[in-house]
Structure formats: C-alpha cells, structure tokens
C-alpha cells in the first residue's frame, strides 16, 4: 500500500472508523514506515485535542445569510481566481499549503492547552433543526459514515447515508443520453431529498476526498480530479459531489462531475438542484477555461 494511500485513510484510521482489509493494510503499512507512523501519532494527539470542541450548529436562515453573503461578495467562480492559480499544480501546491498551516494550528493548540476532559473520539453528532411549523426536520453536520439512525426521526431518513458513486466505463455520451443519464441517476435523487445547504458545505472536503480515492482505486488520476471539483466549486461553497464517471463524451475522453445544490431561489435549503459538468482532462492541464466540454443543470 503506497504512502499516498495511507495518508488519505490515516485520520479516519486514528478515529477507529477504518476496519477490514483496509483498516489492516494501513497498520501492516505503520509497522514498516516510521515517517506515516509519525504522522499518525500526531494526528492522534490532534484528535484527543479536538474531540473537547462542541459542534457548531447553524439555522437554515444562518446558512442562507452565510451562503448569500459570499455570493454576492465574490465574482462568478469561474473567474475568481487569475488562470494560472487555477492550474492543477498551483491548486495542490495551495491546498498543501493550508493544510499545513491547518496541522501546525491544531499542534500548538495541543501543547498550549492541553488535551480536554472526555477524550475519546467519536463521530460528530447529527443534529435536527425545525424547518418550518409543520414539524419537517433537516440536517446538519452528518457524517456520511457513522450516523445513529435511530436519531433520524422521520421515515424517509431511514437506512445508511447516501455516498458519492465513482466510475470508470466506456460510456459514449451525447448530450441527449447524457441528460437522461443524469435525470434518473438514482444517488442525485437521494441527495436531495436527504442533504441541505448546511451539510453541503460542511461534508464538501470529506465527500471530495471519498470521490479522489475510489477515482484512484479505478487506476485515475486523483490530484486532477480534486483540481477539477476545485474549479468548479469555486466561489459556490455548497455545491456537493454526488457522481464521478470517466467516460466517453462523443468520442472525446473526458470526466463527467456530478454536483447537488440547493435550489438558486425559493424556502427550501435541500439539494434539489444537480449540475453535470463534463471535463477534458488534457485541456484542463493546460488551461482550466476551455476544459469544459458539456454543463447541464438540472432544478
């Protein structure tokens, strides 16, 4: 198992959520390499440090106003960034550096203060939030492993979670078939009806990192994939990754990215509106505004 490998899995493995065969691969990996050994040990004292914080739960008109406020300070996402800070090196070589600045905030936090009461980890909880007097329920912060279902009071939040679905197939799509493809694509629909604008923006980074990993158990490259996903969410924080297929679009090889949102007008905050964004990796490598083969939105 590659080092690349196991740094993705390593913070879910120091949770305890990482069992079976990939749970044992990346403790077979630990025992014969002391640098992501060492990386898990600081990852462990991190998550002692973090599991004292309380969640942070938001209202749907809190997240609306948030959602709203960067609309409308920012400029269509597009074009938010100069082209060559929006290459697949320059968006690595950022997010590299800000999770390095993320891991030495956690670690001064955990010498300065020290590791709080109650130490154990545990998944964040799923709270409930009433969207209206007629007793609906949404939610927020869930986990897309791990959630108490017994929590989850209405029927139609009954059973596991839905998780992005990645491919690899020799599809060739127009954008006719492609359409309909996405009309009846069942996990599309069950982000919808199960996620909100509040989870959308707070399982993002998870769920991008579900989709990179399963892109490069199928052999893809997943550092472009992440850029592409980057690119597109841009400027629109809640935005969700719901579908990846590398396929065929009339003949050309491209990624088709598949994102749920909540709708651009109206009361409701759930991700009833979908956008298919299908991508020219070659082109994207070398500038990021002419990759974009196909866009469908659907609402």
């Not at 490259?221 to 579908?243: K, N, R, V, W």
């Amino acid at each position: 198992m590659s080092c690349r490998k196991v740094k993705k899995s390593l913070a879910r493995y120091v949770d305890g959520d990482l069992g079976g065969k990939r749970g044992d691969e990346v403790r077979e990996h630990l025992d014969g390499c002391p640098e992501c050994r060492a990386l898990a040990e600081k990852l462990e004292v991190s998550s002692a440090a973090l599991s004292s914080l309380r969640p942070v739960e938001l209202s749907d008109a809190a997240s609306r106003r948030i959602l709203d406020a960067v609309q409308a300070a920012g400029a269509p996402r597009k074009t938010l960034l100069p082209g060559w800070l929006r290459s697949p090196t320059a968006l690595a070589v950022a997010g590299a550096g800000a999770a390095l600045i993320l891991a030495c905030v956690v670690v001064v936090g955990v010498f300065v203060a020290g590791p709080g009461p109650g130490t154990e980890t545990t998944a964040p909880l799923v709270t409930e939030e009433k969207a209206s007097d007629s007793g609906a329920t949404d939610l927020f912060d869930a986990e897309p492993e791990g959630i108490d279902v017994q929590r989850m009071k209405t029927a139609e939040f009954h059973g596991p979670p839905p998780t992005p679905v990645v491919k690899a197939t020799s599809t060739n799509y127009t954008e006719q078939s492609l359409r309909e493809m996405f009309e009846n694509l069942e996990v599309k629909k069950t982000f919808g009806q199960r996620y909100t604008m509040g989870n959308a923006i707070s399982l993002a980074p998870s769920f991008i990192d579900n989709v990179t990993t399963q892109y490069e158990d199928l052999g893809q490259d997943p550092a472009m994939l992440e850029s592409m996903i980057s690119f597109i969410t841009t400027g629109e924080p809640a935005l969700l990754a719901c579908y990846v297929e590398k396929a065929l679009f009339r003949g050309l090889d491209v990624t088709i990215i598949g994102l749920c949102a909540p709708p651009r007008s109206g009361s409701t905050t759930r991700l009833t509106r979908a956008e298919a964004w299908v991508m020219d990796p070659v082109r994207f490598e070398a500038d990021p505004n002419t990759s974009i083969v196909h866009f469908l939105e659907m609402k």
